[in-house]
């Protein structure tokens, strides 16, 4: 009986206040980022997308910051609906979406091409390869070929949410590439913040480039430089 309760809890977060916390967050949100569901081609929200709670973050500071200069490393729901965004709102912005798997990209491109939504978008196609940068010889978008295409840019939005975080930390490499290639005022959201690995890798992040992250919402990772109104959805002063 206890075994049985015990894996429940895992599976549903039932019992557990933080998880029911998040996911009242997440329904809040998705009720903030309504307009941009509504209306439109059905998208297949899973476990792998971005959090309501953070998409409504991410949308929230272009808008807010005014943010026009945008990377984010997986592509997904978060690229449909910032370029969603971009077309509802009528914004000036521009969107590098990395991504290593071709057959994903292509699905996500097919969306955008559907909505007409295909000029907000700049998709890099980026393999994963061995990188000089990278923590215990593991991989990360080839950078050599990423360079090509975002030249002289600088950032001030990035969004690391790949490559997929199974391996460990994969996405410290995030980084080592744009460190340089920061705008004056930023924001890097780094999602899943709260676990593990990643709690090691902003620890180096600090230690290597003074980067200093806070993790709102229970799981996104945020980091800002330059001053900036506030864009969490979710918060209350009591
Ligand atoms: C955490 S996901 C990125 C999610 C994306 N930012 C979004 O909001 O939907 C990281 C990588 O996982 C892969 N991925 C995305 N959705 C997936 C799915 N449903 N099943 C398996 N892999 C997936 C893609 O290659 C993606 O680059």
């Known amino acids: 009986m206890y075994k049985s309760l015990k894996k429940l809890k895992r599976k549903y977060g039932i019992f557990n206040p933080l998880q029911n916390q998040l996911k009242l967050d997440d329904i809040l949100s998705t009720n903030f980022i309504s307009s941009l569901l509504k209306d439109n081609l059905y998208i297949p929200f899973t476990g792998w997308s971005l959090r309501p709670y953070c998409l409504a973050y991410v949308l929230n500071e272009i808008l807010i910051n005014n943010r026009k ?55 890099a196609s980026i393999p994963l390869t061995k990188s000089e940068n990278s923590l215990d010889n593991l991989t990360w978008y080839d950078e050599e070929n990423l360079n090509k295409q975002v ?17 460990g930390l994969e996405r410290f490499t995030a980084m080592p590439f744009l460190i340089d290639k920061l705008a004056t005022s930023y924001t890097i959201f780094l999602d899943d913040a709260h676990r593990k690995d990643e709690q ?16 709102h919402g229970g799981t996104l990772g945020v980091c800002r430089k330059g001053n900036h109104f506030d864009s969490n959805p979710v918060l209350y002063s009591f």
């Open 200 to 215: 090691q890798i902003t620890h180096l992040w600090k230690k290597q480039y003074d980067l200093q992250f806070e993790i």
């Open 151 to 167: 030249k002289e840019t600088k950032f001030d939005l990035v969004l690391v949410d790949g490559p997929p975080a199974d391996l």
């Open 69 to 123: 200069s945008i990377i984010e490393f997986g592509s997904g729901i978060s690229t449909i609906l910032i370029a969603r965004l971009a077309q509802l709102n009528d914004l000036d912005l521009r969107l590098i979406s990395v991504e290593h798997n071709l057959e994903w990209q292509n699905h996500i491109k097919k969306i955008l091409d559907k909505e007409q939504l295909d000029q907000y978008v700049e998709f």
